[in-house]
């Protein structure tokens, strides 16, 4: 099946600076990839979509300037938390959308490992 | 916001079927139903979708009512491995193929 990573894996940081969370498609190419946050013991919530090649659409309350998203190839989108403080610490977990199989109306997601981030 | 409900958690004895139930009531008509799992810490799994015919692949079968409003995931032979949390999730084009996750259900194989 189709194969997302992200990188890095975990991440401890200082507040105030800024992280970037890569995510890569490895054997297929995502025109759109999502981006989830999870607090401990919750479910994912989605924060963005992103479109390669145009902006990110954000969910409601989701702060664009906080999180910013760069989709700039088939193959990586990434998620730069900008001013990192204790509250963004959480699990960040991207997908790409498969490739339409023919006619199929259908895109199930990979998702990829996961980021823990965690601000100190 | 999601547009599912599941029970927030279920045991299963090791060896038996493990049937997950899911409600849906307000699926539309193009929108599929995807289950993923997800084990602690780790990304979710695809294990499988459909969107009116019930479908079975090497890691379950997904039974959908004909009204479309509930579904049922099977794990036929449940193992220790497969206690997570389990997701069901309905989308479709119209939504630009987005995942709101609800709860979801804590599965837990018990030996």
């Known amino acids: 099946g189709a194969v997302v990573s992200q990188h890095p894996s975990w991440v401890i940081c200082k507040s105030g600076t800024s992280v970037k969370i890569e995510c890569r498609s490895l054997d297929f190419q995502a025109t759109t990839m999502f981006w989830y946050r999870q607090f401990p013991k919750q479910s994912l919530m989605l924060m963005a979509t992103?479109?390669?090649?145009?902006?990110?659409?954000?969910e409601q309350g989701v702060e664009k300037d906080k999180f910013l998203i760069n989709h700039a190839s088939l193959t990586l989108s990434t998620l730069t938390v900008t001013s990192a403080h204790p509250e963004d610490s959480s699990f960040y977990i991207c997908?790409?959308?498969?490739?339409?199989?023919?006619?199929?109306?259908?895109?199930?997601?990979?998702f990829g490992p996961g980021t823990r981030l965690t601000v100190l | 916001d999601a547009k599912t409900t599941q029970p927030p958690s279920m045991d299963c004895a090791e060896g038996r079927a493990a049937n997950l139930p899911c409600n849906h009531s307000t699926i539309s008509g193009n929108e599929y139903v995807y289950w993923y799992r997800q084990i602690h810490s780790q990304g979710p799994q695809y294990i499988i979708h459909?969107?009116?015919n019930n479908e079975t692949n090497e890691m379950a079968s997904l039974i959908i009512t004909e009204d479309r409003k509930s579904s049922t995931l099977i794990l036929p032979h449940a193992t220790l491995r497969d206690t997570a949390v389990y997701y069901c999730i309905v989308g479709g084009p119209n939504t630009g193929n987005q995942f709101y996750f609800g709860t979801g259900t804590s599965l837990t194989v018990i030996p």
């Open positions: 997908s790409a959308r498969g490739p339409t199989s023919g006619s199929a109306t259908y895109n199930e997601q990979f």
């Open positions: 459909g969107l009116k």
């Open positions: 992103s479109n390669e090649g145009s902006k990110a659409t954000y």
